[in-house]
DNA sequence: TATGAATGAGCTTTCATTCAT
DNA sequence: AATGAATGAAAGCTCATTCAT
């Protein structure tokens, strides 16, 4: 007999795409999307390509005709947060409410962004060191300004009498603004509140403290 | 073409690793403190195991001595921080201060904790997701109990008369938590403030509010 | 000392990794066909797939598109003896030829796989200790199940009254296939004699004896 | 507080050696004994010599000074197998007994050999790829010494009339020791039959057939 | 004699990226 | 627009070997 040995067969890697395979159109969209989900789950270093274009339905080669590179995604994550969060706040600032309802609008503002629960939010915060060049100093820039605008709001309650005097502003600013972040780690669209009901709480405690009026 | 023959720098190449060399003896304390700065300032993906043996003036392998794997390092990392941080809680709660006190204690070990800018620090509430096995699930249910210490004071507090009721305690907490865990990325051992400093204007707000009292 | 300045020879470095540099396409049947020669010839361990590679005119990476780790490799090897030598067995003991005449099918059929001297063979009596999991217990079955069928026509020839009694059917197996087994290592197709005619000389000392019949 | 974040200790690799740590006194004999043991069960590139010294119950570093290096461990299994069974086999070929005698014998001797089950003889016949330079060259040498002295006593009995004419001595030899040599990769000295025995059947099997007398 | 510590080379594996089709 | 295939660089890890003590 002596015939040739044949060679089975295996399944390897090819066929693997068992994912969603969804085979909606492909667009830079659809990938920051997935991809913000991913990285907030398993972090970016530790998503490949390979996974989101799973995810997508679509083979990693692919993602290169919308996307340059993998940071450039990245990238788009984080200018998705600041483009939704940046101009609100501006104009809250620079409304003429009274200086507690501005901060009130503000800490609803932030929340809202926050609860969105948007992966992109979990990711912005944790995946900065990722960032590279110029394009890492801008955003560091534009959120150091997202936090002026935050302190000012304080400064002027401050300087107007709205607000006790005593604390620097910048402290307060910091302590609300982690306050506010931190969401991201625990808020879910299921759970018991709105966004609107947890920043009045967080307001209630900043403007009116958690010990019952004295007098 | 015809392009230049390349003179080969055969020197030059060896002297790039010469880093920091410091040559200390090469301890598993050593290692997961560097690692840590290491992790903090590019993230625990994008750190090699080179980069850390370089810093410690080491070869890779040598590493491998003291630790059995990457992930390792981080597990140390992380059971520093819960080693230093669970034990003073438990007893703050314990104690029999008044609820205000207990608060006021519980934020300042907090932010002590944080404020030591130790990198730990900000490995801890970044990293997680690279954390496998039995171990991520012992991590997250460590927080959780640090968690629900917190919840406990607030809870006790209105309970007792001592806070206002009015707001979920457990909102109340994740509020308090988020603005001390933050401090860990704005803090500076030489800056304005000393951790307590910062710990009394923290209580200032949340237990007497920004507003000037009423009457 | 003021050595001479050595000169960079860029393109011999490239020129060394020629190889064969077949440049055939790269598929998996191509893979595990190469693997089998180079494991016969250096062992498993001391095969890299960097070897492999070279061979094939390819980048180690490009042999991971196709298999999944260096393992599956080896199983496949397996598979692919196994996969030859189980059915025409079965057929054979199945069969319902005269029971000596049954041996020496087994044994001509033994010995063409062997002989096929396909450095899967080799491999296959010698790697196992590199198999792990459930498909090493996979294979060891399929190992032992082969042998039975030889222990069956054994029996079945006593039984029946046409072989002898008074062996132990199980060592006259071991001693008949450990006679095949060793084939992969001494025979040459290039060689004096053809498979068949080796089973032909094997089975008339083990049906016939050495010794002259005496009468 | 502030106090210095305390890394918590971890036991690494280093106290692992859970071993057998039996204590005799190291020797070159008792690294070749260990090392064949583990060779066999796991090959010779799958045993460091991490695994070797922790069932000698010392360190790495200790073997090199009873050996060379790890090939030299190697060197040392063939030698002994080499050593026990050159010589017998010449005696047996030189005495002047009858040839079926001589074969009978030879058997036997070869047998008690592979049955010993030292490992060292699944060594043997398994990890000779990984001896290098000339030692390579003499192993194979006295290897192929041995099976002449086989092959001597096929043809002898031939010549003489002792045994049949019609196959070739010498894959009547490869034949006979195959079988032989097989025995190490079932033989279990707690089995039902001592290699005495299974001599006996062997050669009852090779002289005399397993067909019964015709006459 | 033996240990602890380190080196350096090599290995398997992963992955972002490229590109012909 | 998307795929299949390949590259090449780097990563984590292992290990034989060396050597001061």
Redesign the interface.
């Known amino acids: 007999?002596?015939?040739?040995?044949?060679?089975?067969?295996?399944e390897?890697?090819?066929r693997e795409k068992t994912g969603k395979a969804k085979r909606i159109r492909l667009t830079q969209k659809a990938i920051v999307t997935t991809a913000a989900t991913l990285f907030a789950?398993?972090?970016?270093?530790?998503t490949s390509l390979d996974d989101i274009a799973e995810v997508l339905g679509v083979t990693k080669g692919a993602l290169y005709y919308h996307i340059k590179n993998k940071e450039e995604i990245l990238r788009l994550i984080y200018l998705s947060v600041l483009n939704v969060a940046e101009e609100p706040l501006r104009r809250i600032v620079e409304s003429d409410l009274p200086c507690?309802e501005k901060?009130h609008k503000a800490i609803e503002h932030h929340i809202e962004v926050s609860a969105d629960k948007s992966p992109a939010i979990t990711v912005f915060y944790?995946?900065h060191?990722?960032l590279t060049g110029p394009f890492a100093r801008e955003i560091a820039l534009r959120q150091k300004d997202y936090e002026h605008h935050f302190e000012h709001i304080?400064e002027e309650?401050i300087t107007t009498?709205?607000?006790?005097a005593?604390?620097?502003p910048k402290?307060?600013m910091?302590?609300?603004?982690?306050?506010?972040?931190?969401?991201s780690?625990?808020y879910q669209p299921s759970g018991?509140?709105t966004p609107q009901q947890?920043a009045a709480?967080?307001t209630?405690?900043?403007?009116?403290?958690?010990?019952?009026?004295?007098?």
Chains 1, 2, 3, 4 share one sequence.
């Not at 009498?161 to 006790?164: I, V």
């Not at 209630?204 to 007098?215: F, H, Q, W």
């Open positions: 007999m002596s015939q040739p040995i044949e060679i089975a067969q295996t390897s890697k090819k789950e398993k972090g970016f270093g530790s507690a901060l944790r995946e060191p990722h304080i309650g009498g709205a607000f006790k005593g604390s620097d402290i307060i910091f302590g609300i603004l982690g306050m506010c972040h931190w969401i780690q625990w018991r509140y947890i709480m967080f209630g405690m900043v403007e009116n403290g958690l010990l019952p009026s004295e007098c």
